[in-house]
Antibody, heavy 120, light 108 residues
Framework: EVQLEESGGGLVQPGGSLRLSCVTSGFIFSSFAMSWVRQAPGKGLEWVSG????????YHADSAKGRFTISRDNSKNTLYLQMKSLRAEDTAKYYCTKGFWTGLFGIDVWGQGTTVTVSS | EIVLTQSPGTLSLSPGEKVTLSCRAS???????LAWYQQKPGQAPGLLIY???RRATGIPDRFSGGESGTDFTLTISRLEPEDFAVYYC?????????FGQGTKLEIK
């Protein structure tokens, strides 16, 4: 069974930093693209960042460029999202998601999410 | 950036009815790289359709996807009580891999 378990969310002040982690199991991690998708309270889904299976290619939404860095450790089956210069509008539930294949960023499995709150 | 526009925003329907949801892309989506997801309150989304028209594993055949140029549709042939939820489309052709704003199906 494929499992994605996020951690690292919490309350952070504006301008602060946070690192999200997603530990995975049940599939060959290095063979699949992974993404972070977020959902602000009461709002829709926003794709944030994605990374290819090998980790050689990373992509970010404009809202994340220059502030967020996605990475992965294929030896640990773990996905990360380093977030800095956080803003109130980054407040959301962040989902770790598994892609269809190494370069395909459609999503076939979602984690349960970790909540990030940016507030003073 | 490919912008996906879903319509309508909210639909009020009764169980047993047929419904078609729309997702229009601002430019061509190559390879039919369009997926549909269902999200129920308090839950993570789940995959329904990928490749514009292919049902994901375990999805009932009352769900079907269609494509005509830059217009994509999700049809539910006969609404069941568990189908009342929010539906999102996503293109995974070009980064950023954008979502539509969602369509909420509510019970009439």
């Amino acid at each position: 069974e494929v499992q994605l378990e996020e951690s690292g969310g919490g309350l952070v002040q504006p301008g602060g930093s946070l690192r999200l982690s997603c530990v995975t199991s049940g599939f060959i991690f290095s063979s699949f693209a992974m993404s972070w998708v977020r959902q602000a309270p009461g709002k829709g889904l926003e794709w944030v960042s994605g990374i290819s299976g090998s980790g050689s290619k990373a992509y970010h939404a404009d809202s994340a460029k220059g502030r967020f860095t996605i990475s992965r450790d294929n030896s640990k089956n773990t996905l990360y999202l380093q977030m800095k210069s956080l803003r109130a509008e980054d407040t959301a539930k962040y989902y770790c998601t598994k892609g269809f294949w190494t370069g395909l960023f459609g999503i076939d499995v979602w984690g349960q999410g970790t909540t990030v709150t940016v507030s003073s | 950036e490919i912008v996906l526009t879903q319509s309508p925003g909210t639909l009020s329907l009764s169980p047993g009815e047929k419904v078609t949801l729309s997702c229009r892309a601002s430019q061509s989506v190559s390879g039919s790289y369009l997926a549909w997801y269902q999200q129920k309150p308090g839950q993570a989304p789940g995959l329904l359709i990928y490749g514009a028209s292919r049902r994901a594993t375990g999805i009932p055949d009352r769900f079907s996807g269609g494509e005509s140029g830059t217009d994509f549709t999700l049809t539910i042939s006969r609404l069941e009580p568990e189908d009342f939820a929010v539906y999102y489309c996503q293109q995974y052709d070009k980064s950023p891999y954008t979502f539509g704003q969602g369509t909420k199906l509510e019970i009439k």
